[in-house]
């Protein structure tokens, strides 16, 4: 669980080719989705596993979806990689 101030890494899908499916989506939106989906995953990243709908709807055990008015971005948490100092 987050705490209040910590902000979340969101890490985004590359495929072997080294294209980002939710980059090439973002590219593509125009008018009001171009600006509420950056906001959307500005939320996300401040917000992580506390943000509850309208914004993040859980679809399946483990899997999320970012909601906006007309966008829609699934999503999963993993486990942090920490590394010793």
Known sequence: MSTPGERWTIDRLSLNTGESPVQTFLASLVDR????APALLRRLEGHGNRLRPPQSKPLDEGLFELRGHQVRIFYVFRPSCSTGS
């Not at 989705?33 to 509420?36: A, G, K, L, S, T």
């Open 33 to 36: 989705n171009r600006v509420e």
